[in-house]
């Protein structure tokens, strides 16, 4: 059975016709190179000899999501329908699986692509709403509110084998029908790690878990929800935490908050749901990456923002979003950042003093500036910096620097 979408090791797999194949080599180094994005394209990851249906459809099997180059040529001759049709097949089986379009030229999309939205991107270099739109359709869940901060932020632990996903999809459900957004540690990101579970979860006024049952593992349930749960407790936080009928909880863990042994109907699940949202209150902070950079060209930071919110999760905020007094609120918000992004091209004052206010709270810093490879500022010098040579790429590379910072946060529903 192939791997869950969400951990996945390719986050794309490029799709193209040899006769488009100058783009998709451009396409392919931006999204790798300069985004740090990992893409299946068959240049890279088809062996010489290997026969291509079956390493495409391996590649696709072992991918998020499907983007598609077209143009005139591709579409006439039918060069990237099989490919299509192996993607749907995925986004049948999966819906976390994406189908993204991108066209070349004016051409219209097949009737078989008709459906999908699209995204033209033209001939040469990509400009920086093309490269934003693309990074958003990768990463931002469909119908998803724009604003990552809105809502009541709660932390959600469930399992994520078939098994578990009947039970924990109810309680999210409950949970969401109660006014409470559900955040948790992204899928995709490496080993389970407390520190930053920890930073998620103070951003959260609530959490809640349903805990799937694992015969073979001590306490028949998943380690990690159990941490999660007690790094919940030890915060103090109100939960709600339903165990599985055949649970074997140690007497130590069932004296965490919370606990309750039966998820009965789904009336039960939404009077504990309705409750828990009485319970909520406000996180003891406000996760946010905040944007440095000169004030001006606001249409290029605005992209910059929202791709960065899209991918993350997380609010990214910039001093001219300050209400006053300026200097006094920007200093806090730099201090109580998740991380700072600072664009260093302009060797602009502001921007270094927001940098040295980073530094003194421990604030994790990325470093950005425009043009070839160089050294920073002296007292910068330990610090990496990551060159860009267009807005484009200005937009790839704040993604590349935050993308650690990754988190789930489920769509609100409206009305909520």
């Not at 089986?93 to 994406?98: A, E, L, Q, S, V």
């Not at 097949?110 to 999908?116: K, T, V």
């Not at 998803?144 to 932020?153: A, E």
């Not at 990551?386 to 590379?397: G, K």
Request: net charge negative.
């Amino acid at each position: 059975m192939a791997e869950e979408v969400g951990k996945r090791e390719k986050h794309a797999f490029l799709s193209h016709a040899h006769v488009d194949k100058s783009q998709a080599d451009m396409l392919y180094d931006f999204l790798t190179r300069v985004a740090g994005i990992p893409v299946w394209y068959d240049t890279d990851d088809l062996p010489p000899g290997a026969a291509f249906a079956g390493r495409l459809y391996e590649g696709i099997e072992n991918s998020r999501a499907a983007i598609i180059l077209l143009s005139h040529e591709s579409v006439d001759r039918g060069w990237v329908e099989e490919e299509y049709q192996a993607a749907q097949n995925q986004r049948a089986n999966h819906k976390d699986f994406r189908v993204i379009p991108l066209r070349i030229d004016d051409v219209k999309p097949p009737g078989f692509l008709s459906n999908l939205s699209n995204i033209e991107i033209g001939k040469g270099n990509l400009d920086a709403a093309s490269a934003a739109r693309i990074l958003q359709a990768l990463y931002l869940p469909p119908h998803s509110t724009p604003n990552p901060s809105h809502g009541k932020h709660t932390y959600f632990s469930r399992g994520w084998r078939p098994s578990d996903v009947a039970s924990a999809e109810a309680l999210s459900e409950a949970l969401s029908s109660a006014g409470l957004r559900l955040v948790s540690d992204a899928r995709d990101q490496g080993e389970w790690d407390e520190e930053r579970v920890a930073g998620i979860m103070d951003g959260c006024g609530a959490y809640a878990a349903m805990l799937p049952y694992r015969p073979a593992m001590p306490e028949t349930t998943s380690r990690y929800v159990l941490d999660e749960w007690r790094l919940a407790a030890a915060r103090g936080i109100p939960c709600l935490v339903f165990q599985p009928p055949d649970a074997e909880l140690s007497a130590g863990t069932r004296e965490l908050p919370g606990l309750q042994e039966d998820a009965g109907d789904s009336q039960r699940l939404s009077e504990c749901a309705e409750d828990l949202a009485e319970q909520w209150h406000a996180p003891r902070r406000k996760p946010h990456i905040f944007y440095s950079t000169e004030f001006g060209n606001s249409e290029l930071h605005k992209r910059v923002t929202r791709t960065v919110e899209a991918v993350t999760g997380v609010p990214c905020l910039m001093g001219q979003d300050v209400p006053g007094p300026v200097q006094r609120e920007i200093v806090r918000m730099v201090s109580g950042a998740t991380m700072v992004v600072a664009d260093i091209t302009r060797d602009s004052p502001n921007v270094y003093i927001e940098i040295g206010a980073a530094l003194s709270a421990g604030v994790p810093v990325a470093l950005l500036r425009e043009g070839p490879p160089g050294r920073p500022a002296f007292m910068l010098r330990d610090q990496q910096v990551y060159d860009y040579a267009s807005e484009a790429e200005l937009v790839a590379r704040a993604v590349k620097v935050t993308y650690r910072g990754r988190r789930f946060l489920k769509p609100q529903q409206s009305g909520a």
